[in-house]
């Protein structure tokens, strides 16, 4: 017989506390249109961050200088995934000059921002999109 140790369990069954995204952030982690990836992408970029195991390929179809289609594929927390999902959202439709100024940081902040144990969903995405979108020499 094992023995567990049911001292941290909480009297909501949890035994952590989980922290919560803001409202927008849980609607993209909860229903993601753009998971899966592309078939056909013009522009691919990925990241991982070694700490937590989190993995992040970004796909995006370009024509005529514009991101026409954006998809992801992703392993990891709930942060990644709404913060790819958002990127993906925000990015449709524009240049890729304006990819490459995106900041995704400011937009997550607008939202009401990350819990710190999510906070580095925004460093993963950013050097995603900088490998999709590198900046072109002056």
């Given at each position: 017989m094992y023995y567990k140790?049911?001292?941290?369990?909480?009297?909501?069954g949890r035994l952590f506390q989980v922290p919560?995204?803001?409202?927008?952030?849980?609607?993209?982690?909860r229903s993601p249109r753009h998971g899966g990836g592309l078939v056909a992408a013009d522009a691919r970029g990925r990241a991982a961050n070694a700490a937590c195991g989190d993995e992040?390929?970004?796909e995006f179809q370009v024509r005529d200088g514009r991101i026409t289609a954006a998809?992801?594929?992703?392993?990891?927390?709930?942060?990644l995934i709404a913060?790819?999902?958002l990127l993906c959202v925000d990015l449709e439709g524009r240049s890729c000059a304006d990819a490459r100024?995106?900041?995704?940081?400011?937009?997550?902040s607008e939202l009401g921002g990350l819990p710190p144990a999510r906070r580095h969903a925004l460093e993963v995405c950013r050097r995603a999109l900088e490998q999709a979108f590198p900046a072109t020499p002056a």
């Open positions: 140790d049911l001292s941290q369990i909480t009297p909501t919560t995204l803001p409202a927008a952030l849980e609607l993209a982690f992040l390929e970004l998809g992801f594929r992703v392993r990891g927390c709930s942060g913060c790819a999902e100024g995106y900041d995704l940081a400011a937009r997550v």
